[in-house]
């Protein structure tokens, strides 16, 4: 990765976008350290830290401790990736979207763009009236009143959409995807912190040395393994059958279907844990009495317990699969290669090609849920070893900070293969 930024360095056009890029996350960097007006940052910390385990740590941990600052980007991506997977999924259940977004063109992707950004200002001003209430409720405002209450809200929703328009910009001017290099940015920026809570883990108990190990280890096979599945995909082999125009004959050249082993990203794995931390949550704000039924049940289904470690892995699983439907149509696969003249050696256009390729996605689909549910489990079992809660959302920051930074490095490589690096040429 460094050499092939070094080398991206050298091209004048690349090293304008690399910087465009690096001003983007500097302003972003600040925003996170500007805070809202009428708010106990200190007292608003402490809370955020102690719900760790909740979908409020996991707000935290995406923003990169905006969240629990207060600041005016502690909203950070969160409603910009809320509006855009429910975006994706009323484009799969309503007909008008789907048409718009698959016969639209260009135009229809403006169009669904725009209804994205409406959603999110909307998710926005959802999330900023539910953060300001629980301010409100807990006593972290220094003032209370309409006035405060409207600077609050207003400020969350600017940030947000400032976010948003930020990571547009990463997008068309700078290098990669500019929403998931904002989300990598934050999630980065909270390595010195969590180095520093190591180091004064094992000044209070020295003995725990192998225990801050062995969080090393799992964090670098964990790396490993993903670097490994991000590239990994299954081929489909494709034929394409001959055929004259004019005097010219056409096709006839071999190609194959590539079907990525983790096609759906960290999505579920994001949808799994924040459906599987609502109990916690819960509980966190209901407090029930100790020893009753309630307290039980809570204490059961804790993000360190085994049935919650089971039932966040099924999860996944499920949640791979419908993402895996959503993204890769059999049927409409096998249409464009009939279309098109091609087929898949050894079974007939139409039905015999759609089920053979549902039945390898599903096979590779199971390999890569498996995966996914490894990656968030294993940080919860370490985690489990070494009485650590906090690492019940590393899974999630890890697959997303090695995911964000290979994704990177291939745009890099598109563009200097574009302009013709003869580095890559030789």
Do not use: C, H
């Amino acid at each position: 990765m460094i050499q092939t930024i070094k080398k991206a360095w050298g091209i004048p056009e690349l090293r304008k976008k690399i910087v465009f890029t690096a001003l983007i996350l500097l302003i972003f960097r600040i925003g996170n350290a500007i805070p809202v007006p009428y708010v106990d940052a200190a007292l608003m910390e402490t809370y955020i830290t102690q719900m760790s385990t909740t979908v409020l740590g996991l707000y935290n941990v995406m923003s990169g401790g905006a969240f629990a600052n207060a600041t005016i980007f502690a909203l950070g991506v969160q409603p910009y990736i809320n509006s855009s997977i429910i975006i994706q999924l009323l484009t799969i259940a309503i007909p008008a979207l789907q048409r718009m977004a698959q016969d639209g063109g260009e135009e229809g992707k403006k169009k669904i763009q725009s209804i994205t950004r409406y959603a999110t200002v909307a998710i926005a001003i959802l999330q900023g009236w539910g953060y300001y209430t629980i301010m409100k409720s807990n006593g972290f405002l220094t003032s209370s009143g309409v006035w405060p209450a409207l600077v609050i809200i207003v400020s969350f929703i600017a940030g947000s959409s400032f976010v948003m328009w930020m990571g547009e910009q990463i997008t068309e001017f700078g290098i990669g995807n500019g929403i998931s290099i904002i989300l990598f940015a934050g999630i980065l920026s909270r390595v010195p912190s969590m180095v520093g809570t190591g180091i004064s883990y094992v000044r209070s108990d020295p003995t725990k040395w192998w225990a801050i190990l062995l969080v090393v280890v799992g964090m670098l096979a964990l790396i490993v393994l993903i670097t490994w599945v991000n590239g990994a995909e299954r081929r489909i082999p494709v034929q394409y059958a001959k055929r004259q125009v004019g005097r010219k004959m056409y096709g006839g050249q071999s190609s194959s279907l590539p079907m990525k082993v983790n096609m759906s990203g960290v999505l579920p794995i994001i949808f799994a844990q924040s459906i599987a931390m609502i109990p916690s949550t819960i509980g966190a704000f209901v407090q029930p009495k100790e020893g009753g039924f309630w307290a039980g049940f809570l204490k059961a289904i804790d993000t360190s317990s085994v049935v919650y470690m089971i039932f966040y892995f099924l999860m996944i699983i499920a949640f791979s699969y419908f993402y895996a439907t959503i993204q890769f149509n059999p049927i409409e696969i096998s249409n464009n290669l009939k279309k098109n003249g091609g087929f898949i050696p050894g079974f007939r256009p139409g039905k015999p090609t759609s089920d053979f390729i549902r039945k390898v996605l599903n096979k590779v689909t199971l390999f890569g849920a498996i995966y996914l549910g490894i990656v968030a489990i294993l940080p919860l079992i370490i985690g489990k070893i070494v009485n650590v809660s906090a690492l019940s959302i590393g899974g999630t920051s890890v697959i997303i900070v090695v995911g964000v930074a290979l994704e990177t490095v291939q745009a890099l490589e598109s563009q200097m293969l574009m302009r013709q690096y003869k580095g890559f040429l030789e």
